[in-house]
């Protein structure tokens, strides 16, 4: 009898486990869930569209915000939360099919790629409400996905959409949202990408001064970074070396400066000894100067 206790409530127990256990969710479910707009912690920004609904830019506001902050999943949701409050907003699914792509910490994903091509083919179908830039960029966004992705001939769309998305920084180059180093230094093209990180840091070299500060990370990071990748070494020296005015003791550009004066065959010990100091306490390591 009491074996067949034991084994009841042993039996209980793994029951009331496995009903406990959190359940996987899909990638779209995570990223499709309703979000708020929040009101606070977001700063002023703000990218106009064409459309007349508040809300509506509010959230378009809020998923470039979010992007610029890394945060993906909360990106894509604020991009479908704008569409809902105006379905015939082209731009808003623009957005979307932007926040599910490729980003700066990680390439698309294979069950991402079919809602990226959903909501850039939502945004064709809906151009011709919004205005000539906003068409500029859907088109060039149109380019960026396929139907049937292939991960390993994504460079190739990459490559396509870098092309596109020069086109249109030509036609509005006073747009400063248009800055797509990373997809240039990912498909290869160095010279744009160090064209674009450049003009990133004049940028942020004019932002006006708060705390904390308007970017997490440094524009230097990623330009001193591909100046190395091209072998520009003195450049870079100058790049990391101006940013560690600005930021004295920044692992970031430390890490950065003794690849340069490596490269440049001089004597990185000292600077050594200083990236060691600043990076003590930290629970990763790095391997190059961006994030």
């Not at 029951?15 to 995570?30: H, K």
């Not at 800055?179 to 160090?194: K, T």
């Not at 629970?283 to 961006?290: E, F, G, K, L």
Request: aromatic letters at 10%; charged letters at 25%.
């Amino acid at each position: 009898m009491a074996a067949v206790l034991t084994a009841s409530i042993l039996g209980l127990a793994v029951s009331t486990t496995a009903q406990n256990r959190p359940q996987t969710r899909s990638v779209y479910d995570r990223y499709t869930e309703p979000i708020a707009i929040f009101t606070t912690g977001l700063g002023t920004f703000t990218k106009s569209i064409s459309s007349t609904n508040k809300e509506a830019q509010a959230y378009v506001d809020q998923g470039f915000q979010m992007m610029y902050s890394f945060a993906k999943p909360e990106a894509v949701r604020s991009f479908r939360e704008a569409w809902k409050r105006d379905p015939a907003c082209a731009i808003c699914y623009w957005g979307e099919a932007w926040a599910w792509g490729s980003y700066l910490n990680a390439p698309m994903r294979d069950e991402e790629a079919p809602h990226a091509f959903a909501a850039a083919q939502k945004a064709l179908a809906l151009k011709n409400k919004a205005t000539p830039k906003e068409r500029a960029l859907i088109d060039a966004m149109a380019v960026r996905y396929v139907e049937k992705f292939d991960a390993a001939k994504r460079v190739e769309q990459d490559r396509a959409y870098r092309d596109a998305m020069a086109k249109v920084a030509a036609q509005y180059p006073d747009d400063l949202e248009i800055l797509e180093g990373e997809i240039q230094r990912m498909a290869g093209d160095l010279p744009s990408a160090i064209a674009s990180f450049r003009r990133a840091a004049d940028v942020q070299e004019g932002l006006q001064y708060d705390e904390p500060e308007p970017l997490p990370f440094a524009a230097h990071h990623w330009l001193g970074a591909a100046l190395l990748e091209s072998g520009r070494f003195e450049e870079a020296e100058k790049v990391y070396r101006a940013d560690l005015e600005e930021h004295p003791r920044n692992g970031w550009s430390l890490f950065g400066l003794q690849q340069a004066l490596a490269g440049r065959k001089i004597p990185i010990e000292e600077v050594a000894e200083e990236f060691a100091a600043s990076w003590a306490r930290a629970d990763t390591w790095i391997r190059a100067s961006r994030f």
